[in-house]
């Protein structure tokens, strides 16, 4: 059964960096659409970055500049990279996956994908 479990959140002051991690079992990152959610408190689940099966990416507006998402094939997990973080970038952070080869213009739905790690904490204080 496809797992994903993301590591590497915790408590930071703003504008510092923190890189999240996602590790997949059962399949290969680099053959699937991988996203980042991430959800604040009381407010929906938000898409803010996907990769391609061929590493095309797609970000929010909100982290464009600051956040980054790549793949490492050889160890199989999916990172987030993000700089520069404030307040508002507060929540709970999860990968998701599907099997596609684009994730194309719902790449920021959460309908758009079929797998789903627990989460983990991002905060950061001002």
């Known amino acids: 059964q496809v797992q994903l479990a993301e590591s590497g959140g915790g408590s930071v002051q703003a504008g510092t960096s923190l890189t999240l991690s996602c590790e997949a079992s059962?399949?290969?990152?680099?053959?699937?659409?991988m996203g980042w959610f991430r959800q604040a408190p009381g407010k929906d689940r938000e898409g803010i970055a996907s990769?391609?099966?061929?590493?095309?990416?797609n970000y929010a507006d909100s982290v464009k500049g600051r956040f980054s998402i790549s793949k490492d094939g050889a160890k199989n997990i999916l990172y987030l990279q993000m700089t520069s973080l404030n307040a508002e970038d507060t929540g709970v952070y999860y990968c998701?996956?599907?099997?596609?080869?684009?994730?194309?213009?719902?790449?920021?739905?959460?309908?758009?994908?079929?797998?789903w790690g627990q989460g983990t904490q991002v905060t950061v204080s001002s």
């Open positions: 059962k399949f290969s990152v680099g053959d699937y659409c």
């Open positions: 998701a996956a599907v099997k596609a080869y684009w994730c194309g213009g719902g790449w920021s739905a959460t309908g758009r994908y079929d797998y």
């Open positions: 990769s391609d099966r061929d590493g095309r990416t």
